[in-house]
């Protein structure tokens, strides 16, 4: 072998144990695993803690597996279940020990390629976030430093809470931020989601999307968790309950809680004290912070309002529309805040009667959140309502040409302060579709509520199109008192003495409701909401007419 091939032979293997020393590159280290977790290398490694991760690994993890990374940046990373991360490109040199800065080689390049993941972002993109990139298969997500979570779904989340199984969820990418600021990219545009901000990306158009709500996907309990100070350090002894944060409370205005809790290991035998624990701050189905630190959400200890209506209820021309204040024990909502269980007044076989009420077979649909007055809305539809009276007798209810209407207010552990004097006209923000008894959905023209305060009047109008006839309906009632019945102070109820359908006028109704807490009002002194619901009829007593109504903005 003659010198330039000796040359070009050793060049040649420097050049190939560069590569090989490159693709080697240490990218983090695993600082939880459970289950079964691997590096997808040439052959695949079995994970656990303490052990490398390297760039260009596919972290992967089965069933009821989980794993926690802290990348060299101080980033770290947790893993879901049934999820694979590649670490595509990892690089990081720290300018001096303890600063965080970044240089102009540092980058930060990962894909999902299937699962989810929730992750408090290091040094890398906050100095520049085009040094950070999370690769996806509807688009590229960026941040400015920041706590996010991504589930991408592709025929495989009907593990979500809600989820029927052999019924996954839509396709696509699930987003949302607990803290900082993301921004996701593809071909359709671009979108920032700050905290308490959710989004979706659906695999089939690409097309982005707020939401807003959290979705289920994100609802999942312990399946992430990660150390919410960040220190990498063990932050309390052996078997204390974990933080985290349930995005099953989250609303518009605030970061979910208690979907992933902290799970760390003791600090002990290694000689130095435990790194204080962070508080993890939640809030609850209405928006109100709370302090979810234990790792699961404060059980409800107020009260709801809640109204409801259907038609007919027992009998051919039977109408009613009820309001009660529910204690924590007697409502039940489900994973989207909605309603499904409650108590109230119904029409008895003897008089009114106080009943409990069940979703049972039936399902919530037309459902909606305002987060302003804090009163939520929707309907029960199909199958059957379950309703028992006081005595334990069933009254249940067939909704297969019918529905519930319900409005629910806000948690409180007291009813609001009602104003003595003073006129406010609400506007209409949200409502149910009216239905009839015969299996037809309309559609609400208008509404309009007014107030009056100093005379504890209320005065309702409805404009209404169904099964192609118009209805018109305008009524009265009182606050504090339905007909000769004293009420809580903040609820109120009415006849409508005015029923024209098609220009005919017969028929009549009634309706009920309650205020909700102020709000913000152009005069703070008036509630901010008011929540009904209703019932009418026409002159011959056969088609009746229910739904729910959300005002607001006095």
């Known amino acids: 072998m003659d010198t330039v091939t000796m040359r070009k032979s050793a060049l040649a293997v ?88 970044t240089t102009s080689s540092d980058r930060g390049v990962s894909s999902l390629l299937k699962g989810g993941f929730r992750t408090i972002t290091g040094a890398i993109g906050k100095q520049d976030e085009k040094d950070y990139e999370v690769r996806t298969a509807v688009g590229v997500l960026g941040i400015r430093g920041t706590d996010y979570t991504a589930v991408f779904c592709n025929a495989d989340c009907d593990w979500a809470p809600g989820v029927a199984a052999g019924q996954p969820l839509e396709d696509g990418l699930y987003l949302g931020v607990t803290e900082g600021v993301i921004v996701f990219r593809n071909e359709n545009g671009d979108i920032e989601l700050m905290a308490g901000q959710y989004a979706f990306v659906p695999l089939s158009n690409r097309v982005l999307k707020k939401l807003a709500i959290p979705p289920s996907v994100l609802l999942d309990n312990n399946d992430l968790s990660l150390d919410a100070t960040g220190s990498g350090q063990q932050s309390r002894p052996s078997g204390a309950s974990a933080p985290g944060f349930d995005s099953k409370l989250g609303t518009r205005r605030s970061p979910s809680s208690n979907e992933f809790g902290i799970e760390e290991e003791t600090s002990e035998g290694k000689g130095g004290r435990d790194a204080p624990e962070q508080s993890v701050i939640g809030v609850n189905p209405d928006g109100t912070p709370v302090d979810i630190t234990p790792g699961t959400s404060p059980p409800p200890n107020g009260q709801r309002t809640i109204s409801w209506a259907t038609g007919p209820a027992f009998g051919p021309s039977t109408l009613y529309s009820g309001t009660l204040d529910n204690d924590p024990t007697r409502y039940r909502l489900d994973v989207g805040n909605n309603l499904n269980g409650f108590a109230n007044e119904i029409p008895g076989r003897t008089g009114l009667d106080v009943a409990t009420f069940d979703i049972a077979t039936s399902s919530n649909v037309n459902t909606g959140f305002d987060s302003v007055t804090v009163l939520r809305w929707g309907r029960w539809s199909g199958g059957t309502a379950g309703i028992t009276l006081s005595d334990g007798s069933d009254a249940s209810i067939d909704l297969a040409s019918q529905s519930l209407h319900w409005v629910s207010g806000p948690e409180s552990t007291s009813a609001p302060l009602m104003p003595v004097s003073g006129v406010a006209n609400y506007s209409l923000v949200g409502n149910t579709n009216p239905t009839d008894n015969f299996g037809n959905v309309g559609v609400l023209g208008s509404a309009t509520f007014t107030a009056d305060f100093t005379n504890m009047l209320v005065d309702t109008t409805l404009q209404i199109d169904i099964n192609s006839a118009n209805w018109m309906a305008a009524g009265q009632g009182t606050i504090g008192m339905i007909g000769n019945q004293p009420v809580a102070p903040h609820i109120f109820g009415g006849s409508y003495n005015s029923v024209v359908i098609d220009g005919i006028t017969g028929g009549g109704g009634n309706f009920s409701g309650f205020f909700s807490d102020p709000g913000p009002t152009s005069d703070p002194g008036f509630p901010g909401g008011a929540g009904m619901t209703f019932s009418i009829q026409d002159g011959s007593d056969t088609t009746q007419v229910s739904g729910a109504l959300v005002f607001g903005n006095p």
Request: proline fraction near 5%; charged fraction near 20%; aromatic fraction near 4%.
């Open 14 to 101: 420097l050049l190939s144990l560069s590569a090989i020393a490159a693709f080697a590159q240490d990218a983090g280290t695993v600082i939880f695993a459970t289950g079964s977790v691997t590096a997808e290398r040439k052959p695949p490694v079995a994970l656990s803690k303490g052990d490398a991760v390297r760039v260009q690994d596919t972290i992967a993890t089965a069933d009821a597996s989980r794993a926690q990374l802290l990348m060299i940046d101080g980033a770290r990373i947790a893993l879901r279940p049934n999820s694979r991360l590649k670490i595509d490109e990892y690089s990081y040199s720290e300018a001096a020990p303890g600063n965080a800065v």
